[in-house]
């Protein structure tokens, strides 16, 4: 799903009034059904709506939702804030039609006040401004917004926050942007919504269809988009009748040292698990009858070294390999991880003391092979490149990063971040807070690991591996509850997330 800026969508707007064809208080009249269609599936009848209304499109979506929940029962009241003299046309016409439904409450909300106060039993819904916003909201927009937010009602924000920008907000001023419980925003998400600074004036957020031409949107150039089940699906590669371990990869997890033996367990494991037919595991010496007994299903590679990873094998048997999980960053693990580099014939996937031991060297990173995943969390990204004052920054740094050392750069957090070579970003929304737990990274890294071996370019391994990982994280907090989930429950549930993948192609 392409993440397009706002002058992009009103250019699908005006192409889909003009090509649909349909009118565009017809199109105004559908977005505000799916939204009046949401707040009916999610909230009881029986919960005062407030609705609270700007003089252009997003207040005239917000006139259409407060009829159309009158028609269905709701009990629904308008506030018209004094912001310009006018409506806009398709606002004016949604606001005639309100006034002959006769059915709802308008108020001229006009100075301070004006403004009600709402109980914590109702519900806000902000259509003063939608997205096109560039600077901070001032004066008495800005009290409006920040009345409402000391309110204990829920709020819902159509479209977007209002005073939220849709992508840069690091000139912007939280204290007047308008604090979403949910934001309901129209085919597309905004880039911002991505961003963990964001996520107090957001809230939970959904994308409603409103069938915009496809057509137009094919067109349009970003380089953000979301990665979406639909997309992984076509990756996934079905399984012959007649097709044996030999077809599915031999990869190499160089992973665990003194007191970590654990990141190697892990990520091994999920290598198998997302369908390897052959992981062997380079482990010191120490790690011999760990691995072999909590992962039969894995082949050791045994270091000259009894507690850290100070030589890699040869590499001839393996298709890629993965590592940095537990390695710990002594001199000797230094040397060894240059030497693997200079050796691979082909993308390599790095993590965790790995990408430390990269920060510690950075002309390194011109060595690693063309194609090569790295999957840092905001930390390690930092040891790598510098420090940022907000994500929309980190992003830029993130592209900067994987096209000028031709890498796929998966930046993990709550809205994990794939960046390739040709400086599109792909954004992932599944999974959840229970994931925040040691040994999820080594999870991820030995999924990557797999895919790559299996055949899979490395675009597709990171998304793949990406979406897949916080899918079964997902399946697994659904189980489990998100405050017990661990890597290893993520890993359990890897098959069901492919299940459930697979099922979209059906």
């Known amino acids: 799903m392409k993440i397009l800026r706002s002058d992009q969508v009103k250019e699908v707007d005006g192409y889909t009034i003009e ?8 199109l105004m009249e559908r977005a505000a059904g799916e939204i009046s269609g949401w707040i009916t599936d999610h909230i009881r009848s029986n919960r005062r709506i407030h609705l609270f209304i700007g003089p252009g499109n997003n207040g005239g979506d917000g006139l259409a939702i407060a009829r159309q929940l009158a028609d269905k029962g709701y009990v629904a009241e308008v506030y018209l804030v004094k912001i310009s003299s006018h409506l806009s046309p398709d606002a004016q016409v949604n606001l005639d039609r309100l006034k002959k439904q006769d059915r709802v409450p308008i108020h001229r909300v006009d100075d301070e006040s004006t403004l009600p106060d709402i109980k914590k039993d109702e519900v806000i819904v902000d259509g003063l401004f939608g997205s ?28 977007i926050p209002s005073g939220l920008f849709g992508e840069d907000n690091s000139s912007n001023t939280y204290e007047t942007i308008f604090r979403a419980d949910h934001t309901l925003t129209f085919q597309f998400p905004n880039l911002s919504f991505f961003f963990p600074e964001n996520q107090d004036v ?72 997302a369908g390897s037919g052959l992981v062997t595991t380079h482990v010191p010496r120490l790690g011999y009858e760990i691995m072999q007994t ?70 390194w990173l011109e060595k690693l092979p063309e194609s090569s995943v790295l999957t840092p969390h905001p930390k390690e990204f930092e040891r790598l490149t510098q420090a940022v004052s907000n994500h929309y920054e980190r992003i830029k740094l993130q592209q900067e990063f994987a096209q000028r050392y031709q890498v796929y750069l998966v930046l993990k957090g709550g809205n994990t971040s794939v960046a390739c070579p040709d400086g599109s970003v792909f954004f992932n929304a599944a999974g959840n807070p229970g994931m925040a737990t040691g040994g999820s990274g080594d999870v991820l890294t030995g999924m990557i690991t797999s895919l790559l071996g299996q055949g899979y370019e490395s675009k597709q391994a990171a998304l793949t591996g990406v979406y897949l990982h916080a899918l079964a994280g997902d399946m697994a907090a659904n189980a489990k509850g998100q405050e017990a989930l661990i890597a290893s429950d993520i890993i359990e549930s890897i098959g069901l997330a492919y299940k459930c993948i697979q099922n979209e192609k059906e």
């Open 19 to 26: 090509n649909e064809p349909i009118h565009s208080i017809q």
């Open 132 to 159: 096109g916003l560039n600077r901070p909201l001032e004066g008495f927009p800005a009290k409006v917004v920040q009345h409402l937010n000391a309110m204990p009602a829920l709020r819902i924000a159509i479209d």
């Open 202 to 273: 957001i809230g939970d957020w959904y994308v409603l269809d409103i069938g915009l031409m496809q057509e137009k949107i094919d067109q349009l150039d970003t380089p953000y988009h979301m990665i979406t089940r639909e997309q992984v699906s076509e990756f996934l590669c079905p399984r012959k009748r007649f097709a044996h371990k030999g077809h599915f990869g031999h990869v190499l997890m160089i992973t665990g040292g003194y007191g970590k033996m654990g990141a190697a367990v892990l990520s091994s494991k999920a290598a198998l698990r």
């Open 294 to 363: 909590a992962l039969p299903e894995a082949m050791i590679s045994l270091d000259i070294s009894d507690i850290i990873f100070s030589q890699p094998p040869d590499l001839g048997a393996f298709i890629t390999v993965g590592t940095g999980p537990g390695l710990g960053t002594k001199e000797n693990t230094q040397n060894a991880l240059l030497t693997l580099i200079e050796r691979a014939r082909g993308p390599i996937v790095l993590d965790a003391d790995a990408l430390n031991i990269l920060a510690m060297h950075p002309d």
